[in-house]
């Protein structure tokens, strides 16, 4: 099936730094979703993105659909410790309608 | 408050045993999945279903079975020929609205283990 290669798969950081996380795909895909994970529960989207080049903010949190199609950015600036959790991108491959999931970016903010 | 119910929070399977996972949506959507998740990795789909009355294998349907009697409710059953079931269950669900058609809407799981 199609994979997404998310990066890094963990981070570190210290109260109020700023964190970039990507995803990449072999295919074009049409939709790109990001998605919070707090530990025990269910995955909370975050953001939805629908068109190459669309830059969305949600609060703190930025994302890019890439040019390209086959990329999408999350960005999370000033960092607090509840920004703790996994964080999924997923999306549709052109003409499908199965979400494709990465693998996840464990995050870990120091106070 | 509308969203998705999943139940039991914590469930435990001796060997042998067929365990039924709840999900129940109050949406009104028409599609509803299944994914299994373990430590340190992403969601792998084991059923959805895009219509009452019908559903489709997933990646890893195996040693799994579901049934879609009605459109709020989507249980999966964890058969004893799923010989590692131990993961945490996640249920979701999506409207076929044109423009958010591939939003899935997840509940807070369920975490099984095998006594």
């Known amino acids: 099936g199609q994979q997404l290669n998310q990066s890094p798969q963990s981070m570190f950081i210290q109260e109020g730094e700023d964190v970039s996380m990507n995803c990449t795909s072999s295919?074009?895909?049409?939709?790109w979703l990001w998605y919070k994970q707090d530990p025990g529960e269910g995955p909370v989207l975050l953001i939805a993105l629908y068109k190459a080049g669309e830059l969305t903010s949600n609060g703190r949190l930025t994302a890019q659909f890439g040019i390209t199609r086959k990329d999408s950015f999350l960005n999370i600036s000033a960092s607090i410790p509840s920004d703790v959790g996994i964080y999924f991108c997923a999306g549709p491959p052109l003409g499908g309608s199965r979400l494709t999931f990465g693998e996840g970016t464990q995050l870990t903010v120091n106070p | 408050d509308g969203g998705i119910t999943q139940s039991p929070k914590y469930l435990f399977r001796k060997e042998g045993q067929n365990v039924t996972l709840s999900c129940e949506q109050n949406l009104n959507h028409d599609a509803m999945y299944w994914y299994r998740q373990d430590p340190g990795q992403g969601l792998r789909l084991i059923y959805y279903s895009q219509i009452v009355n019908d559903f489709q294998k997933g990646d890893i349907a195996e040693g799994y079975s579901v049934s879609r009697e009605k459109k709020e409710s989507f249980p999966l059953t964890v058969t004893s020929a799923q010989k590692n079931p131990t993961a945490f269950y996640l249920c979701a669900s999506s409207s076929w609205d044109r423009v958010a058609k591939n939003i899935q809407y997840f509940g807070a799981g369920t975490r099984l283990s095998v006594l």
């Open positions: 295919s074009i895909f049409n939709t």
